[in-house]
Every structure is written in C-alpha cells, then in structure tokens.
C-alpha cells in the first residue's frame, strides 16, 4: 500500500481523553475514531490488525472442531423472554422497537439465540458434539464505557456455544476450548492465564477468565508465578483425545481474580511466588449446564430412549478488546510495537527522497516485497524524514526500510527493527531476503 493512496489520519497531539496508553496509540495512529461513547469507527489501519486478530481466533476455533456461522445483532425480545433473562439484562440492553411496534434488541451475547437454533434442528444424541460459533458485533449499554475498545458498548466478540449429551461430555468439550483459548492468545504474542472465575448460581469449577497481566487493566489478579512458564499446546494437539492433563497442569498453579480469591490458598504458594497484579480479561469460558435448554427446551434423544436438556458452554473472546490489550503489553515512549501476527503491515518502507534516485530502488523493493507476501506499508510521500519516521514509529510495523541517497551510494538501505531500535545496513537484496524470511517464520 502507497501511503500517498491511503487513510491514515495520524494526530500529533495527544487526545485529552485519553485515560491509558493504548486508547492513545489507538486514536493517535489512526486507527479509531470514537462517533458515541463507546462506539468506534475502525480506520483502515485498525480494521487490519482487528481482522488478522479475529482470523487467529476463527483458526483455532476451528481447529478444536467448533464450527462457524452467522447470526444477526438484532434479535426478538420474545426470545429472551423464554430464557427469563428479558427482564432480567436490565438497562445494559439496549432495546429497539420495530415500525409494527415489535419489541426487538441490539444482542448484547446470543445464548438464547443459539438455544433456538440448534432446538430447531438437532434431536439425538448422535449428532453431538456440537460446538457453533459466530464473531459478531455486540451492544453493552455499559454505565462507563472508557479506555476505547476495552470497554466499548458495540464491540466485537468471538462466542461459542458447545452442545452435548450430559455433564462428563460438556465438560470434554470445555477443556477443548480451554487449550483451543491458550493457543489463540499464545499466537498473537500474549500470555493470558486462565483464573477461576465465578459460576454464578450454577456452582462447580467450570468457568475461567483468560486474563493477560497490565497495570491498567480492570481486574485485580492473584497468582503463582510459575503458571507464567507452563508450556502452550502445539499445533498438533489432538483435539480428539483426552486434554484433561493440560487443564490440570494449567489448573494447579494458583490464579485468581479478585472475586475468586482465597487467601489461604494464596498464602500456601511460596513466598517467593507469589504475585498480585492487574489484568485485562480477554476471554470467559463457562459451563451452565442445562439453564438454557431446560428452559427453552432444547432436548435429544439419549441411547436408552429417553429425552435429556442438552448440556451446554458458552465461550467468548473480546476481538476488539484484544486490541487494546495487545497495544497495553507491546508499546514504547515511541509508539507501538506490533508482533508479526497481527502486524497492520510487516514492514514499513520510506522513500527519503521522493523524486530522486531513492525511487527505482523503492519501487523495486516494494513490488518484490508484495509479489512474495510481505504486506508493505510504503511511505512515498514528500514529507519532511522525522515526520516520517516518527509516525512509522507511532503505527509500530515490525520492521522499517530506510531508502536514502546517503546509503544507496555505498548500495545499501537501513534495516530497522522496531521492537528492539535495532538498525543495520545492507543490500536491498539482503534486506528482501531477510523480510521475506522473517514472514514465512510467522507463517
Ligand atoms: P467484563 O467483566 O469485562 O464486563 P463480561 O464478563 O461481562 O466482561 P463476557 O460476557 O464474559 O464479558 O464476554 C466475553 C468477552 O467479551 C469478555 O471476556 C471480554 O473480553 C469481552 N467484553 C465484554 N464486555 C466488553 C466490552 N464492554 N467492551 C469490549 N469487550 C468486552
Ligand atoms: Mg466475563
């Protein structure tokens, strides 16, 4: 992409309401733009890194077996009405009447949706497991909405709802999405830890929030340090067999919100070992059993000729919010600094002089770049250099290529790495073959 063709609105001046680093970096690289309170537009640039994230998300849901579909954002309020939960949402639902006086609502998550429509079609035993998923925008008439996307009222959020026969399987079906969670936020550079979270009336030890750690995030967390060492389960996990072993080692480590918290058990981890912290929480998987499907009435056919409520989970991830997260844990004084997942584009390439001999050099480099999938962002603008290279460092693309008259003399080009300031000089050739290979790493 030639910055001169593209919309990347970059402030200068730090937006006053702007409570943490990352709501900053986010509006001041052009990446959002608040229309109502906690209600974005998302900018070109935004809408990059909040689709790699959501294609990561998509992947690993498939890959443990959930499969995808599509609902709408609007529903009917009769729907919930069934589940009793109508009345009970209160006021962060937000509820719409229709031109014939139909009640109808802004999904703020789609239990009762997914209940009516496996209801409508699944009968038997047989056809379970079923996990079905959608990434969709959700409306939250949040009190506070603030720090940008964390705490948005429209937002997009990855859930998933698992369906099966009784309690041992739903359970299987859990810890599938429990290594498929670790996986996801592991691809994109996070460490999010898995915390006892709160079951509500339902009880049992079946619902985790996936927290990753930041001074700014909105929960306080307890944990053993050494759950930040535990290995993540590879690519070639077996969804298909027994993961218990992995939610067990994850499990065994203390890790706590503060709504979880026990402080004796705390206190039984080694001194040394112990940390309370902050965290975002990106993620919630839970297991309700059969509130929804009692109620609603969505039953199959057990082996023995009997009919059973389907055993049901609910598993969502907060894509958008991911976004702020990642900003939170990867950042300097200068801007941002991507990891190659979920980079808007993987390299950055700055003309010093456009019009001058810089040109074919870039233009070469650029169209080889694109032509072996590296996604390039080329700045070829006639602007002043520091301006350039101050908002290359605020947009943080992993890597910058500096082509300048001064270096093309000896034939070389500055390699930068934005993560570490690193910079060296080579042939543009080697620093083609370098990029080149630094994507195929990513993969
Ligand atoms: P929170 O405790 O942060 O309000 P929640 O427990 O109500 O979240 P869930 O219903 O578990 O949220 O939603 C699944 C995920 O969606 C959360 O883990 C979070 O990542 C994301 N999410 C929830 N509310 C918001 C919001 N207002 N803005 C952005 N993301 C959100
Ligand atoms: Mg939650």
Same mark, same amino acid.
């Given at each position: ?41 998302? /900018? ?22 959930a499969?995808?579909? /599509? ?8 729907l919930w009405?069934e589940s009793g939960r109508?009345?009970a949402y ?19 998550t789609n239990e009762e949706m997914i209940t009516d429509i496996f209801r409508?079609?699944v009968r038997s035993y047989?056809d379970l497991p079923l996990n079905l998923f ?25 859930d998933a709802y698992s369906f099966d026969v009784d309690q041992e399987k739903a359970r299987a079906a859990y810890n599938r999405m429990f290594? $498929?969670? /670790? ?11 898995p915390?006892k979270a709160d079951t509500g009336p339902i009880g049992g030890d079946l619902s985790h929030e ?33 993961l218990s072993?992995?939610i067990?080692?994850?499990t065994?480590?203390?890790? $706590?919100?503060?709504?979880m918290?026990? $402080? ?20 919630h998987i839970f297991y309700f059993g059969t509130k929804y499907s009692e109620a609603m009435g969505a039953k199959v056919a057990t082996?023995e000729?009997s009919e059973v409520p389907v055993h049901m989970g609910s598993y969502g ?116 073959? /370098? ?9």
């Amino acid at each position: 992409m030639r910055l001169s063709r593209y919309f990347l609105p970059i402030l200068k001046e730090n937006p006053k309401e702007a409570e943490i680093v990352s709501h900053r970096l986010m509006l001041r690289a052009g990446m959002i733009r608040q229309q109502s309170a906690g209600i974005y537009a998302w /900018l070109p640039l935004g809408l990059r890194v909040l689709e790699k994230v959501q294609k990561i998300v998509e992947e690993e849901q498939k890959r443990a077996g959930a499969v995808q579909l /599509l609902m709408p954002t609007v529903q009917s309020a009769d729907l919930w009405r069934e589940s009793g939960r109508y009345d009970a949402y209160g006021k962060e639902m937000l509820r719409i009447t229709d031109r014939h006086e139909r009640e109808m609502l802004f999904g703020p998550t789609n239990e009762e949706m997914i209940t009516d429509i496996f209801r409508g079609y699944v009968r038997s035993y047989k056809d379970l497991p079923l996990n079905l998923f959608h990434v969709q925008w959700k409306f939250r008439d949040e009190v506070r909405p603030r720090f940008g996307v964390m705490r948005g009222r429209e937002f997009l959020m990855k859930d998933a709802y698992s369906f099966d026969v009784d309690q041992e399987k739903a359970r299987a079906a859990y810890n599938r999405m429990f290594v $498929a969670y /670790l996986r996801t936020f592991a691809r994109m550079g996070l460490t999010a830890i898995p915390m006892k979270a709160d079951t509500g009336p339902i009880g049992g030890d079946l619902s985790h929030e996936f927290i990753v750690l930041a001074s700014t995030g909105e929960s306080e967390v307890f944990l053993d340090k050494d759950i930040l060492s535990l290995p993540i389960p590879g690519e070639d996990t077996d969804f298909d067999g027994d993961l218990s072993h992995v939610i067990d080692a994850w499990t065994s480590h203390y890790a $706590a919100t503060d709504e979880m918290h026990d $402080a004796d058990a705390f206190a039984a981890v080694d001194a040394g070992k112990q940390e309370q912290a902050r965290g975002i929480e990106v993620g919630h998987i839970f297991y309700f059993g059969t509130k929804y499907s009692e109620a609603m009435g969505a039953k199959v056919a057990t082996g023995e000729g009997s009919e059973v409520p389907v055993h049901m989970g609910s598993y969502g991830i907060g894509v958008s919010r991911l976004l702020g997260a990642l900003i939170e844990a990867n950042h300097d004084d200068d801007g941002i600094a991507w990891p190659m997942s979920v980079t808007p584009f993987h390299v950055g390439l700055i003309n010093m002089k456009p019009g001058a001999e810089t040109d074919p050099v870039c233009d070469a480099l650029y169209k080889q770049l694109e032509e072996a999938g590296v996604e390039v962002l080329y700045d070829d603008r006639d602007t002043r250099a520091g301006a350039k290279f101050a908002s290359m460092d605020l947009i943080g693309l992993p890597y910058q290529v500096v082509v300048g008259p001064r270096g093309l003399k000896s034939g070389e080009v500055e390699l930068k790495t934005r993560a570490t300031g690193e910079k060296q000089m080579l042939s543009p050739e080697a620093a083609l073959n /370098l990029l080149i290979e630094a994507v195929k790493a990513q993969g």
